[in-house]
């Protein structure tokens, strides 16, 4: 049997990390780790869950508020991937123990109905898109704290967990300035509004296909993009109901079992 490569060998750290709900080290605290070598890590450790039997189901977007990007010193946004397992249905009942530390947040999903060609022009890939709906996002970084550079939050899938998808829309004729809640439990715990995002998801979603297409993994029919988080993530809690609430879009909800994350 041939010795793993630096890059599997992160990648099987952090896969392991996510099966077990267990912290593990920042990838950064040993050698350095480029910001390309990180995308790397993380399409081998989801090709650990793909040939678990999951599947590719779509992208996720991060750092599509200027204030994160400028908080993290960069001028560009991140993605990462998402599979079969992520998919909560809306409204189920999901177990706390399933997470490490996770937190929620809303967001607007774009679903996919046909291909995208690597390179495509912006006008190729807005018309490419069928539905929108309102989400949520369950984010989980496998590292203590939430605490990460930028290459160590790439190589962790863009802390990518689960999602919620609320009732898929015909696309209105405007995303760029719908109001936002996050209520938990019946409560308002953030307002936001989709302007948020990059200033319009929109644009959000021609960064993914332009991203994803120079990886060589274009986007495809089917799949969904989350254009990225409209308010800030609030943590999980056990127990508790959450509801994201977009203008024009309608709600997404989920609902967390009593008991507690994993230590």
């Known amino acids: 049997m041939s010795e793993l490569t630096p890059g599997e060998r992160l990648a099987a750290q952090l896969d392991e990390a996510a099966r077990r709900g267990e912290v593990t080290s920042q990838p950064s605290q040993g050698a350095p780790l480029s910001v390309a070598d990180a995308y790397a890590v993380q399409e081998l450790a989801v090709a650990r869950r793909l040939n678990r039997g999951e599947r590719l189901v779509g992208v996720k977007m991060g750092f599509t ?87 160590d939050v790439v190589a962790d899938n863009a802390s990518a967990a689960g999602f919620v998808l609320g009732a898929w829309r015909a696309v209105p004729p405007s995303l760029d300035c719908l109001g936002v809640l996050l209520e938990v439990d019946g409560r308002t715990v953030e307002v936001g509004a989709t302007a948020s995002i990059l200033g319009d998801p929109w644009r959000s979603l021609v960064a993914a296909a332009r991203l994803t297409g120079r990886a060589g993994m274009p986007l495809r029919a089917g799949w969904v993009v989350l254009a990225g988080g409209a308010t800030a993530a609030v943590p999980l809690r056990p127990g508790a109901q959450v509801r994201a609430v977009i203008e024009s879009l309608g709600s997404a909800s989920v609902a967390v079992a009593p008991g507690s994350p994993r230590p």
């Open 65 to 151: 508020s200027r204030q994160k990007m400028a908080q993290m010193g960069v001028d560009e946004v991140i993605w990462g991937r998402l599979t079969s397992a992520m998919l909560v249905p809306e409204g189920d009942l999901i177990a706390p123990d399933h997470y490490i530390h996770p937190r929620v947040e809303p967001e607007v999903a774009f679903l996919i109905g046909r291909d995208v060609p690597a390179g495509a022009p912006p006008e190729t890939i807005t018309s490419a898109v069928t539905a929108v709906a309102p989400a949520l996002e369950i984010i989980d970084s496998r590292y203590a704290d939430f605490r990460f550079t930028l290459a």
